[in-house]
T-cell receptor, first 112, second 115 residues
Framework: DADVTQTPRNRITKTGKRIMLECSQT?????MYWYRQDPGLGLRLIYY???????NKGEISDGYSVSRQAQAKFSLSLESAIPNQTALYFC???????????FGPGTRLTVL | TQLLEQSPQFLSIQEGENLTVYCNSS?????LQWYRQEPGEGPVLLVT?????EVKKLKRLTFQFGDARKDSSLHITAAQPGDTGLYLC???????????????FGQGTILTVHP
């Protein structure tokens, strides 16, 4: 079984709709991250969380919100989706004291 | 804000050729990582370099961290079609800095190795 799972894997939605992307992990890591990936731009950090009570904005948090429901769950929401939020979204986890991040398989989101 | 410039963005070569991917920054990183990503999957860590001047080898892949910990390179010897993929460098922020606990990613290099 995968250590970091993301649901859904693919989603097509319309402008203005609310969307939630979910991430779950069985690795027992405290730290979780949400990134978006666009061609030619690498991975850009949206939000990150060092534990359930610690949520931080990344470099591109506008238009997004997150919820850390438990150590193992970290959700990303788009309150009112817009076309330029069309991208590949990745969740990642990291153990405290290590720099390596472990990524989920990604969610491909298309906003029409 | 820390930035990592990765080059080239695209690389298309024949099997057996050598190649080098570069990652450069004006910022100092506590460590630098290289990830490889295949279509439909998330990035997977290849290596972490920590010490300035460090060189690590992983089979035909050689990774180097610059003396000042601001740049890194990935060299592949005798590339094979199985090396095809997206290669990403990522710098880890220093303890006590605003980037601590976060990774700054380069733009990525799409490598295609033709048989």
């Amino acid at each position: 079984d995968a250590d970091v799972t993301q649901t859904p894997r693919n989603r097509i939605t319309k402008t203005g709709k609310r969307i939630m992307l979910e991430c779950s992990q069985t690795k027992g890591h405290d730290r979780m991250y949400w990134y978006r990936q666009d061609p030619g731009l690498g991975l850009r950090l949206i939000y990150y969380s060092f534990d359930v009570k610690d949520i931080n904005k990344g470099e591109i948090s506008d238009g997004y919100s997150v919820s850390r429901q438990a150590q193992a769950k970290f959700s990303l929401s788009l309150e009112s989706a817009i076309p330029n939020q069309t991208a590949l979204y990745f969740c990642a986890t990291r153990p405290t004291g290590w720099n390596e991040q472990f990524f989920g398989p990604g969610t491909r989101l298309t906003v029409l | 804000t820390q930035l990592l410039e990765q080059s080239p963005q695209f690389l298309s070569i024949q099997e057996g050729e050598n190649l080098t991917v570069y990652c450069n920054s004006s910022s100092v990183f506590s460590s630098l990582q290289w990830y490889r990503q295949e279509p439909g999957e998330g990035p997977v860590l290849l290596v972490t370099v920590v010490t300035g001047g460090e060189v690590k080898k992983l089979k035909r892949l050689t990774f180097q961290f610059g003396d000042a910990r601001k740049d890194s390179s990935l060299h592949i010897t005798a590339a094979q079609p199985g090396d095809t993929g997206l290669y990403l460098c990522a710098g880890a922020g220093n303890a006590g800095g605003t980037s601590y606990g976060k990774l700054t990613f380069g733009q990525g290099t799409i490598l295609t190795v033709h048989p």
